[in-house]
């Protein structure tokens, strides 16, 4: 189908795939409302927040890639994703993972019945901060746990009983790229009905050990540059950006975006 026609569709209320170099993004206008009636109806729902990074990592790892086929929403988290839709026609805002989280756990924490939230990951100590943090962010909010994530394979076992018993509403695990996204994989049918979402560094940002670039440099697409500043030793896996970019524009020269049916 054309790219255009779809743009007539409404696409509102469900969220409608479009191809991102053979994987999934949604497109939809709230991403959170549609969340949160999700978690009002407790339909389990897995969540991937998908930048370029782990677009080209996946073009060389079947396993993520099946996992982001199958996740049941995919929200353009970086620039790189907007240029790539851009270029097909597509005109659609970025979702940044932690910003989505963010607001997931704003609207739970005001529902007449609050949803509850398990984080998962970062270092020790760093979790018990995001704990605290949120606490003060949103007293309305039921924290169910947390846990770090540098557990031992031995007690990986006592943990997963707990989130079991606990049935968390949402459950943030940040344990990276793509780590992160193989255990929800792996761990979902723990708690059928929760909300999973991958979130990446976003743990250590609200803990505060580390920061996110200034707005002028996020509202400019130029995340990364701070990224890179801040973290030297990434510039190897951000490799992945100037490859993704010659992807998109390659891909645009030899074909036509398409509506994933
Ligand atoms: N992490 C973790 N357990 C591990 C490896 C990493 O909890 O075994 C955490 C780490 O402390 C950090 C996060 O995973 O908080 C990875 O953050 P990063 O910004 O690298 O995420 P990505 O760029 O992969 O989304």
Same mark, same amino acid.
């Given at each position: 189908m054309n790219v255009r026609l779809f743009e *007539? *569709?409404? /696409?509102?209320q469900t969220p409608r795939p479009i191809s991102v170099l053979g994987l999934p993004v949604h497109l939809m206008d709230d991403y959170v409302g549609w969340l949160v009636s999700r978690l009002q109806q407790k339909l389990g729902t897995q969540v991937v927040t998908l930048n370029a990074e782990m677009t080209m990592q996946a073009d060389h790892n079947p396993a993520l890639a099946r996992i982001i086929a199958q996740a049941d929403l995919v929200v353009p988290d970086g620039s790189g994703i907007v240029f790539y839709c851009w270029l097909q026609g597509i005109r659609l805002q970025r979702s940044p993972g932690i910003e989505l989280a963010e607001s997931l756990l704003c609207r739970c924490a005001q529902l007449d019945q609050p949803g509850s939230v398990f984080f998962y990951g970062g270092a020790p100590g760093v979790v018990d901060q995001v704990v605290r943090e949120w606490q003060q962010r949103a007293?309305?909010?039921? /924290?169910a746990g947390c846990q770090h994530g540098y557990l031992a394979a031995a007690d990986q076992a006592e943990f997963k009983q707990t989130l079991k018993s606990l049935q968390p509403s949402i459950i943030l695990v940040g344990l990276g790229v793509p780590r992160q996204e193989y255990w929800i994989t792996e761990n979902r049918s723990l708690c059928p009905n929760s909300i999973w /979402?991958?979130?990446?560094g976003s743990l250590d940002i609200w803990a505060g050990t580390k920061s996110r670039a200034p707005a002028w440099l996020r509202n400019h697409h130029m995340e990364w540059v701070y990224r890179l500043y801040k973290e030297p030793w990434r510039w190897r896996r951000m490799l992945a950006l100037p490859q993704f970019a010659w992807r998109a524009l390659l891909y645009r020269l030899t074909q036509r975006g398409s509506v994933i049916q």
């Open positions: *007539q *569709q409404d /696409i509102s007293p309305g909010l039921r /924290i /979402i991958g979130v990446g």
